[in-house]
């Protein structure tokens, strides 16, 4: 099993550019969530999709649109890049009622807005 | 705020001894959640404990929690280089989410 993978693994955008990163797990999990990770500010949600069909926001969920592809894939997009969204992008997934409610990080996407 | 807040920010201690951290929140949990995040990598989960539950062992790693305090302890017991790495709480209410502190960078020294 490859657990969570996340495409691409770094990407640098201009302003106003758009892009779409890619996450896929391979564990059957019902839930999947995005976070971003910036210095000295721990993780924060910015959506989440308890299940397939289904995706609410988090703590910081402006500037950003997702997608719940099916079970397997989750995608964050960002319409038009600015300089305040470079962080490093982590997409996780969970089984509530199987796995203990832990979740399972994928390697992260770091981006990079000039 | 449903954040845990971790303590130290940073600690710095010598291969072999033990490394504790705390953690303290504000509201109500259904669980609390330890993750271990190495330098670049993703995060990696480590072990939760339920709010009925008082302490939890996993090799090296113990874990308490007194709700009354609303406060839980990682210790690492006998800590080698291996172990430098950032550590994450994550508090979990009544939702499917979980909310994160910032995190305590712990480095271990040869």
């Known amino acids: 099993n490859a657990g969570v993978t996340q495409t691409p693994k770094f990407q640098v955008l201009k302003t106003g550019q758009s892009m779409t990163l890619q996450c896929a797990q391979d564990m059957n999990h019902n839930s999947m969530y995005w976070y971003r990770q910036d210095p000295g500010m721990g993780l924060r949600l910015i959506y989440y999709?308890?299940?397939?069909?289904?995706?609410d926001k988090g703590e910081v969920p402006n500037g950003y649109n997702v997608s719940r592809l099916n079970k397997r894939e989750f995608s964050l997009r960002l319409e038009s890049a600015a300089p305040s969204q470079t962080s490093v992008y982590f997409c996780?997934?969970?089984?509530?009622?199987?796995?203990?409610?832990?979740?399972?990080f994928g390697p992260g996407t770091r981006l990079l807005v000039l | 705020s449903q954040q845990g807040e971790e303590d130290p920010q940073a600690l710095s201690i010598q291969e072999g001894e033990n490394a504790t951290m705390n953690c303290s929140y504000k509201?109500?949990?259904?669980?609390l959640q330890w993750y271990r995040q190495n330098s670049g990598r993703g995060l990696v989960h480590l072990i939760l404990i339920r709010s009925n539950e008082r302490e939890k062992h996993s090799g090296r790693l113990r874990v308490t929690l007194d709700t009354s305090k609303k406060s839980s302890s990682l210790l690492i017991t006998a800590s080698r280089a291996a172990d430098t790495a950032s550590y994450f709480c994550?508090?979990?209410?009544?939702?499917?989410?979980?909310?994160f502190g910032k995190g305590t960078k712990l480095t271990v020294n040869p």
């Open positions: 509201t109500s949990i259904n669980n």
């Open positions: 994550a508090i979990r209410g009544g939702s499917e989410k979980l909310v």
């Open positions: 999709s308890a299940s397939e069909g289904t995706t």
């Open positions: 996780a997934s969970s089984e509530v009622r199987s796995r203990g409610e832990t979740q399972y």
